[in-house]
Nanobody, 122 residues
């Protein structure tokens, strides 16, 4: 069982930056691949970024490549999402999730946080 708590969301202007954090409970965090997803109002939850358990592999959706960076600190049971050059279309609730393998498919993630709101004003 893994419990996840996101933080770091907020309101930022276009071009600004935010760093999201996701703190995990339990001693098995380092065994899980971690992902970030987002859900805008009236839309489905979609994949943003993922990182393997050992941080050797990362994946991004095309729209955030070069702007977002996913990382993790297994000693702190925490995964991060550094978001730079933010755009209004990045506005959404951001969720972190844990999976047995590093995948981009929402349904393959077993554990989810409660989400944190990111709002980018134009």
């Amino acid at each position: 069982q893994v419990q996840l708590v996101e933080s770091g969301g907020g309101l930022v202007q276009t071009g600004g930056s935010l760093r999201l954090s996701c703190a995990a409970s339990g001693r098995t965090f380092s065994r899980y691949a971690m992902g970030w997803f987002r859900q805008a109002p009236g839309k489905e939850r979609t994949f943003v970024a993922a990182i393997s358990s050992s941080a050797t592999r990362t994946y991004y959706t095309n729209s955030v490549k070069g702007r977002f960076t996913i990382s993790r600190d297994n000693a702190k049971n925490t995964v991060y999402l550094q978001m730079n050059s933010l755009k209004p279309e990045d506005t959404a609730v951001y969720y972190c999730a844990a999976s047995q393998s590093v995948v981009t498919t929402t349904s393959l993630y077993n554990y989810w946080g409660q989400g944190t709101q990111v709002t980018v004003s134009s």
